[in-house]
T-cell receptor, first 114, second 111 residues
């Protein structure tokens, strides 16, 4: 168990809808990262937050947004969903803003858009 | 910016050795290695930092050639539990906030 909690585990929704994925980082970790993994593909970096502030953006679509709250949990909002958004979404956390420490990944949320 | 891993896939018998390579077109500050089993989350294996510091797994070793912008992961005397997809992640500057992963190397260990 990595200590990173993601909810829900599975989400099935229709095109055009909006969903929210939630992540609670490990105790003491201030950085939260979101990654998208499509079927049998690599891990695509979406966005990173550190202590409530956005620190880096990857190839995140404008339909997607995220935030990190004062209690350090983070939410990833996906709107106007398309079939191609179906993927496994991972959240990871680490104690620092830089990459001197390992990332600890949650078990992911599997999103299916029908 | 995505690092390139090779090979894409490898099949071994238990006890054999494997080397997985990761190369980048940009200068690197750190290289991370993770293993992901099917349907599970990636799990940390190793970090290599510019300057030679390493943090990681006891039974897995890795190298980091800063000049060539390359890293290699060495799996010796492979065990069945080593099966999975291995990802390298790279970032280009201290304090940078983008850890970009390669496309992965699928390792299959047969008895």
């Amino acid at each position: 168990d990595s200590g990173v909690t993601q909810t829900p585990k599975h989400l099935i929704t229709a095109t055009g809808q909006r969903v929210t994925l939630r992540c609670s980082p490990r105790s003491g970790d201030l950085s939260v990262y979101w990654y998208q993994q499509s079927l049998d593909q690599g891990l695509q970096f979406l966005i990173q937050y550190y202590n409530g502030e956005e620190r880096a953006k990857g190839n995140i679509l404008e339909r997607f947004s995220a935030q990190q709250f004062p209690d350090l949990h983070s939410e990833l909002n996906l709107s106007s969903l398309e079939l191609g958004d179906s993927a496994l979404y991972f959240c990871a956390s680490s104690p620092e803003v830089s990459y001197n420490s390992p990332l600890h990944f949650g078990n992911g949320t599997r999103l299916t858009v029908t | 910016q995505q690092p390139v891993q090779s090979p894409q896939a490898v099949i071994l018998r238990e006890g054999e050795d494997a080397v997985i390579n990761c190369s980048s077109s940009k200068a690197l500050y750190s290289v991370h290695w993770y293993r992901q089993k099917h349907g599970e989350a990636p799990v940390f294996l190793m970090i290599l930092l510019k300057g030679g510091e390493q943090k990681g797994h006891e039974k897995i070793s890795a190298s980091f050639n800063e000049k060539k912008q390359q890293s290699s992961l060495y799996l010796t005397a492979s065990q069945l539990s080593y099966s999975g997809t291995y990802f390298c992640g790279t970032d280009g500057a201290q304090g940078a906030q983008k850890l970009v992963f390669g496309q992965g190397t699928r390792l299959t260990i047969n008895p």
